[in-house]
């Protein structure tokens, strides 16, 4: 697709890519996965409580095939439903953070009707302007501190329609601030410290204190953070000087009117006392919200009622009244409908490769090829496996009750560390999940900002290159030393 068109006169043309969307894309990964468990054997390791994981951990040694579940047209048409909850059971999946996204929605739709946001926005440009360069830096940092301590991932679903019209006022695109809010959370995932749904997590399994290797880890953090920040800082310095240069320079205007939705021709920069108050009060809910994910055990059910709650307390001061109030939440949930099915898509994908118990059997082949290996091809090879196994398995808490409990055991025969099996777990994981179909928080990253998953890649592909290099070198000399 070439990106030099003229824009046309219809938004919906200007943003339309030859691409298939999102839901087609997640679609075809579930009949993919279902025509795998007709290939694959089924097979499944047998599985004890561990205490420190708080799950159940499969047990070395004990796998054994199982009488195969081939998942068929039936199953695959229940698929996204399953992905929001077992139809079955009732249990929930996925359905949590689609109510939250719904409830984001709603939350910035209240606060566009108060008009804070557009003149904040051309305030803080009007401020900022000729620095503009220096929040990318900035505001990766602080989303990297996000991902190394707790782990951030869907709570960054909040910030994309608030950063994206910033990062067009500024003279960049809407890819800048995905790069931002993605890249900026997913350096601190990949070189997480402290991150108890990654690196506890995979420790504990690993019977290791996770505290071994978190030199390594920080050096991936850093490292990775000053690459990543100056790669994202050369292309919107690029794209800011030459707007064609821009992946999505076809989508340019179709952006504009998006995003900023007509607020360019507004000549005030001057917020009001109730606006301010707005504001005010829109920060301090999403510190309210990093403080309770981070230090009282939030969820998706408290987040989505913090931003409901304070939609209202929003609407109520800035007097929008009943029917606007209301009308403005509805207006704004159904902005994010399409994130919100995407997240059920999503994890219908892992429902299916579950159901249809190929997971072990992957599992399985990874810890015969692994066996006997010297160190460098074992822990390099344990990258890659990691990374495949990312793809099936997004989930950073997932994976490593999946594989740590098998793999992690295998180093001692390798002699390497237990805790380089662990780092290369968690920058394989989060390595993958910049750019993951089946991670709904990049499906769901790119719709809010009307991102092909096409462009996504166009934009991100060197970086990941240059990403794998790096991460390669790091814990290879891990493995000599």
Not at 7 to 34: G, M, V
Not at 302 to 329: C, D, N, P, W, Y
Request: hydrophobic share 55%.
């Amino acid at each position: 697709m070439s990106n030099d068109k003229l824009p046309s006169s219809n938004p919906e043309d200007d943003l339309a890519t030859r691409f298939p969307t999102a839901y087609t894309i997640l679609f075809l990964l579930i009949i993919l996965i279902a025509a795998l468990t007709w290939v694959i054997p089924a097979g499944q390791y047998e599985r004890s409580m561990n205490e420190e994981v708080g799950r159940e951990v499969a047990l070395p040694g004990t796998y054994q095939t199982v009488e195969p579940n081939p998942q068929g047209f039936v199953d695959v048409m229940l698929a996204p439903t399953a992905g929001f909850y077992d139809p079955d059971s009732y249990a929930a999946n996925a359905i949590d953070v689609a109510l939250f996204v719904l409830f984001l929605g709603g939350f910035l739709g209240v606060m566009n009707a108060t008009g804070a946001i557009d003149t904040g926005i051309r305030s803080a440009m009007h401020r900022l302007e000729g620095r503009e360069i220096w929040m990318i830096p900035i505001l990766m940092t602080l989303f990297a501190l996000g991902g190394t301590t707790y782990g951030m991932a869907e709570e960054t679903l909040a910030f994309y329609a608030i950063l994206i019209p910033v990062m067009i006022s500024a003279g960049y695109d809407a890819v800048t601030g995905v790069a931002i809010i993605l890249i900026g959370a997913g350096i601190g995932v990949l070189g997480s410290t402290i991150n108890p749904f990654a690196t506890v997590i995979a420790a504990n399994a690993a019977n290791i204190p996770f505290t071994d290797g978190i030199a390594l880890r920080f050096v991936l953090l850093v490292g990775g953070l000053i690459i990543c920040a100056a790669y994202v800082m050369r292309y919107a310095h690029r794209v800011k000087k030459d707007p064609s240069r821009s992946v999505v320079a076809r989508q340019r205007e179709a952006h504009r009117r998006l995003f900023l939705q007509g607020h360019d021709e507004l000549e005030n920069f001057d917020l009001t006392g109730t606006q301010k108050i707005a504001l005010a009060i829109f920060a301090v809910t999403f510190i309210v919200m990093i403080w309770g994910v981070s230090s009282q055990g939030w969820w998706m059910a408290q987040m989505g009622s913090l931003f409901f709650g304070s939609a209202i307390v929003i609407g109520l001061i800035a007097r929008l009244g009943e029917k606007k109030l209301t009308g403005s939440f509805v207006d704004g949930a159904r902005d994010l409908l399409g994130v919100a099915l995407v997240v059920g898509l999503a994890r219908g994908i892992v429902v299916i490769m579950e159901q249809g118990m190929i997971a072990d059997t992957i599992l399985h082949s990874a810890e015969t090829t692994l066996g006997g290996l010297p160190e460098l091809a074992f822990i390099n090879l344990m990258f890659w496996i990691e990374m495949g196994m990312s793809f099936f398995v997004p989930s950073s808490s997932g994976l490593a009750v999946l594989s740590m409990p098998i793999l992690a055991p295998l180093a001692d025969f390798a002699n390497v560390g237990r805790d380089l099996v662990v780092t290369a777990y968690q920058s394989a994981n989060g390595l993958v999940n910049l750019i993951n179909p089946t991670f709904a928080v990049v499906i769901g990253g790119l719709a809010i900002a009307r991102v092909s998953y096409d462009r996504w890649l166009a934009f991100i592909w060197p970086l990941l290159l240059i990403l794998t290099v790096f991460i390669t070198v790091v814990i290879s000399v891990g493995a000599i030393l």
